[in-house]
T-cell receptor, first 114, second 116 residues
């Protein structure tokens, strides 16, 4: 079974703090994704990566950056956390290639910024 | 741009009732279509998918048929159970900006609650 793990289930941070969310997958997938999930808005893509050290902006990249130094690990960074970044963050991975591929999701990190 | 519109919830049903969650899409191209499910406290997992017109995806008693002429992918189940209570997301997948990879575009999700 594919396993995608996220470093924390719940996180509380203060405004202005630098926040790191870590995601690890164990299936040698090329693609990794970060989404945020908000009530009434569904899932929105923040960033994705299709190879080590490669990254692409998604639909809402402002206020975020990412890092992918190793194939299995994809980090989301909030350079200076703000209250409007309070959300559920979901990481996903998938094999490369075709649009038919399934994405496999981690359990999510619920972030509260005070 | 690409978008997915799905039936707004919440939907509340009694056990053994028939379920339909409507999903329509707009896409520049020929997408693959998915239903993902999110059980309480968990991440999303694939429920079913279809990759070409008239394909029917099915899993755990759920079905959806890819209808190109109506740009729809409605989710149905003949008899729901309490354990089906979850949030259901419709999604489409297309190649991204002409490159070699792709991304998912999700609907806003529909919360289903099934009562005993």
């Amino acid at each position: 079974d594919v396993k995608v793990t996220q470093s924390s289930r719940y996180l509380v941070k203060r405004t202005g703090e630098k926040v790191f969310l870590e995601c690890v997958q164990d299936m040698d997938h090329e693609n990794m994704f970060w989404y945020r999930q908000d009530p009434g808005l569904g899932l929105r893509l923040i960033y994705f990566s299709y190879d080590v050290k490669m990254k692409e902006k998604g639909d809402i990249p402002e206020g975020y950056s990412v890092s992918r130094e190793k194939k299995e690990r994809f980090s989301l960074i909030l350079e200076s956390a703000s209250t409007n970044q309070t959300s559920m963050y979901l990481c996903a991975s998938s094999p490369s290639g075709t649009p038919q591929e399934t994405q496999y999701f981690g359990p999510g990190t619920r972030l509260l910024v005070l | 741009g690409n978008s997915v519109t799905q039936m707004e919830g919440p939907v509340t049903l009694s056990e053994e009732a028939f379920l339909t969650i409507n999903c329509t899409y707009t896409a520049t191209g020929y997408p693959s279509l998915f239903w993902y499910v999110q059980y309480p406290g968990e991440g999303l997992q694939l429920l079913l998918k279809a990759t070409k017109a008239d394909d029917k995806g099915s899993n755990k008693g759920f079905e959806a048929t890819y209808r190109k002429e109506t740009t729809s992918f409605h989710l149905e189940k003949g008899s729901v159970q309490v354990s089906d209570s979850a949030v259901y997301f419709c999604a489409l997948s297309l190649r991204y900006s002409g490159g070699s990879n792709y991304k998912l575009t999700f609907g806003k999700g529909t919360l289903l609650t099934v009562n005993p």
